[in-house]
């Protein structure tokens, strides 16, 4: 289901990151504020490039390990997920806003139907929960995500944007003074269906209503 770290004054011991990487071995991510934008990378990292990612990052930084509970296993699908009206895939980037999310959206792909069969014009490629809820989020000003995010009562997000480092749902656990994790290293999954989009939708998006 996911782990995130959130760096806020220390970084995460490399024990960790590989306790973390044993239990959620399916992609890392990490985002990082540079001036008005958060970077990111993300993909099929291993331990180590893991740990020269932490070490090398400047301090905020948010770290996500994925374990692939919703959507294909691709490292496209690693988090974060930039919040624009692409969603974009890309391995790495910078962007106004950048989501990731520990926890599980159970309605995303009867929602994401939806928007085929009303003939929504939405990105194409793989798609998850999490990008689902970056699309959607695009729409929002940043006051009002963090108000659309705590309907998911059981899950956790962090919403990185010009407000800075945002936690939304119930954290309940520190890895330590200056570092919070999004659960104590449990990872209950529930895989659901991935949906790819077809290749005739991929054109330019309209509001998501």
């Given at each position: 289901m996911c782990i995130i770290f959130v760096c806020e004054s220390e970084r995460p011991r490399p024990c960790d990151i590989e306790r973390g990487i044993k239990l959620n071995p399916d992609g890392a991510g990490i985002a990082w504020q540079c001036?008005?934008?958060w970077n990111y990378r993300k993909g099929f990292a291993g331990y180590d490039e893991v740990v020269e990612w932490c070490e090398s990052k400047p301090l905020p930084y948010v770290l996500h390990l994925r374990k692939a509970s919703c959507g294909v296993f691709t490292p496209r699908l690693?988090?974060?997920f930039p919040i624009c009206r692409t969603a974009s895939l890309a391995m790495e980037g910078e962007c106004r806003a950048v989501l990731l999310h520990n926890g599980h959206f159970k309605?995303?792909?009867r929602q994401?139907?939806?928007y085929v069969v009303t003939g929504e014009n939405i990105p194409r490629g793989p798609w998850s929960d999490t990008?689902?809820?970056a699309y959607v989020l695009s729409n929002f000003t940043p006051p009002n995500r963090i108000r659309f995010l705590k309907r998911f009562?059981?899950?956790r997000f962090v919403l990185c944007d010009q407000l800075g480092i945002r936690r939304v749902?119930?954290?309940q656990h520190?890895?330590?003074e200056g570092i919070w994790i999004s659960n104590n290293f449990t990872t209950p999954t529930s895989p659901d269906q991935a949906i790819e989009i077809p290749e005739s939708l991929a054109t330019d998006i309209r509001k998501v209503p």
């Open positions: 001036g008005d934008l690693c988090h974060p309605g995303w792909t994401l139907n939806r990008r689902l809820l009562r059981t899950n749902g119930l954290w520190r890895l330590s």
